[in-house]
């Protein structure tokens, strides 16, 4: 068993604010980010999100400090 938990609804809580200072709806912050809306809907839902996800959250956040010794931007399909 884990020694922490996600708190999932404080985590939505910032998404929220971080959204409405940006003007954006959900869907647009689901396409910033390279995530499926429906895992935005599960966060309202108080579901966790995947590790990948989680991962754009903190990013988008700014709450990965100390974590980019084990996180690295996606590849670019482009490249």
């Keep these: ?4 938990l996600l708190d999932v609804a ?6 929220d604010a971080r959204r409405l200072q940006q003007r954006l709806s959900w869907r647009q912050l689901a396409a ?16 966790r999100p995947d590790a ?3 991962v754009s ?7 990965d400090d100390g974590l980019n010794y084990v996180i690295k931007p996606k590849e670019s399909d482009h490249a």
Excluded: C, Q, Y
């Excluded at 404080?10 to 998404?15: D, K, P, T």
């Excluded at 935005?40 to 839902?45: P, T």
């Design 10 to 15: 404080e985590l939505h809580r910032r998404l």
């Design 57 to 63: 959250l903190l990013v988008w956040l700014d709450l």
């Design 32 to 47: 910033r980010l390279d995530l499926s809306p429906s895992t935005l809907s599960r966060l309202a839902d108080g579901k």
């Design 1 to 4: 068993m884990s020694t922490h």
């Design 52 to 54: 990948d996800a989680l």
